[in-house]
């Protein structure tokens, strides 16, 4: 009897579904760049949880080459949004991309995504390429 307690007790307590809790700002990913080539390349970004203040919110790419700056920020770097609140289109209510010309053939870049909620920013992960 005691090793059937032992076996079916941490059964019943030991699962518990977390919920999801509320987040003010977003939470978001920089996708790997895709259709490099000499002339450019396409940035793609996802929205992996949308905060709450999701109606101030827009989103877009910073991005500059490794040898000026390899982690790109909007003061710092290139950087663009788009009307009303993503760069490029979005591709479903969480992924968004945008086709970026006149880079340099043969120069690493080094790009991320940003969401700025309010004057808040927060940005995604690096993702670096070479520009073929």
């Given at each position: 009897m005691i090793l059937?307690?032992?076996?079916?007790?941490?059964?019943l307590f030991g699962c518990q579904k977390e919920e999801p809790y509320a987040r003010e700002f977003s939470i978001i990913k920089t996708l790997d760049v895709t259709d490099v080539n000499s002339s450019g390349a396409t940035f793609n970004g996802e929205v992996v949880i949308k905060g709450t203040k999701q109606k101030n919110t827009y989103y877009g790419f910073v991005w500059d080459d490794a040898g000026k700056v390899s982690e790109p920020r909007i003061s710092e770097t290139y950087y663009i949004t788009g009307s009303p609140h993503v760069a490029g289109q979005f591709i479903n209510s969480t992924s968004f991309k945008i086709k970026i010309s006149s880079l340099i053939k043969g120069n690493e870049y080094y790009v991320r995504v940003f969401a700025n909620s309010d004057n808040t920013i927060v940005y995604g992960n690096i993702v670096n390429f070479i520009c073929n």
């Open positions: 059937i307690l032992l076996f079916v007790i941490p059964f």
